[in-house]
């Protein structure tokens, strides 16, 4: 083989590895771009799902008080209608009179226990 083919041939054989060399990194680019955008794409869902999650566990706190407010203001309306209910018997005004005024008749005598 002579020396001219020889470098002839070697040029040739140095432009395919150039272009086979060329092709790879390429693909290895394509992919690693592929990769690095299904990873954001996971962080961003990942850190949504953790957002929503909180902003659930904070709003079923505030059902849970709600629940427990509500239980109180149906007690309070129960008291207050049987209040209402018992309003105008003489036994209701003096049990009010001797229990939330501190109340009492004119010929009763109070004790005080020192203990």
Not at 12 to 24: D, E, G, M, P, R
Not at 40 to 50: E, G, K, M, P, R
Not at 61 to 83: I, N
Request: neutral net charge; hydrophobic residues 50%.
């Amino acid at each position: 083989m002579k020396l001219k083919d020889k470098i002839k041939f070697d040029g040739n054989l140095f432009k395919n590895l150039k272009s086979k060399s060329q092709s790879a990194l390429n693909v290895s680019v394509t992919w690693l771009l592929v990769i690095i955008m299904f990873s954001l794409l996971f962080l961003i869902s990942a850190v949504l799902i953790l957002r929503q999650n909180a902003e659930r566990n904070s709003l079923l706190a505030e059902q849970v008080d709600l629940k427990t407010v509500l239980e109180q203001r149906k007690a309070e309306a129960a008291k207050l209608d049987q209040r209402e209910a018992m309003a105008g018997e003489p036994e209701a005004i003096e049990k009010i009179a001797r229990e939330e005024l501190g109340m009492i008749k004119k010929d009763e005598i109070i004790f005080i226990d020192g203990h």
